[in-house]
């Protein structure tokens, strides 16, 4: 996910107040993730929005599950069904809200960017998103997706 938000030069870590990492200078500890009842939450997020706008507004899954799409068409790879997850739009939403990224599980991809396209741009560049993008033993993907401020924010799982 770090990938994805670090292309935006506003991103910066925050780190929850159930942390028991140490922070970094650019620490946050008052914007903590909010629990996730779909798994567990990083303590470490990243940003995008320097003022978390507290709320979001559900986006369309299709244009991300699309632009992965045409990324694996770029590769080689055949395009994957896609499909709305109630639970990945649920936290998608959670995530705009917040103006931050975590994941909500461990089998899942997230970020946030001004659009799909350079959404999944940042994850190509991120060796572990790129990978989970490139899987050929997967026929589909679940997609959640959300808007806040201009920003984009997206959780993908590949089944």
Known sequence: AAAAAASHP?????????????????????????????????????????????????????????AI??????????ALSVSTSGTLSSHS???????????SGFDNIVGCAPSATSLVGAWSRSPSHQAQMARTDVSSMSVGAATADGFLFSAVKFN
Not at 36 to 59: E, F, I, N, R, Y
Not at 93 to 99: F, H, Q, R, V, Y
């Open 69 to 78: 799409n045409s990324y694996r068409a770029s590769i080689g790879l055949p």
């Open 10 to 66: 506003a991103a910066t870590k925050r780190t929850s107040n159930r942390s028991t990492s140490s922070g970094s200078s650019s620490t946050d500890t008052s914007a903590a993730a909010p629990s996730s009842s779909t798994g567990s939450v990083h303590a470490v997020t990243l940003a995008c929005l320097s003022t978390p706008p507290g709320s979001g507004s559900p986006a369309s899954a299709s244009a991300v599950g699309a």
């Open 93 to 103: 939403l959670d995530m705009a809200a917040s103006g931050g990224i975590w994941h």
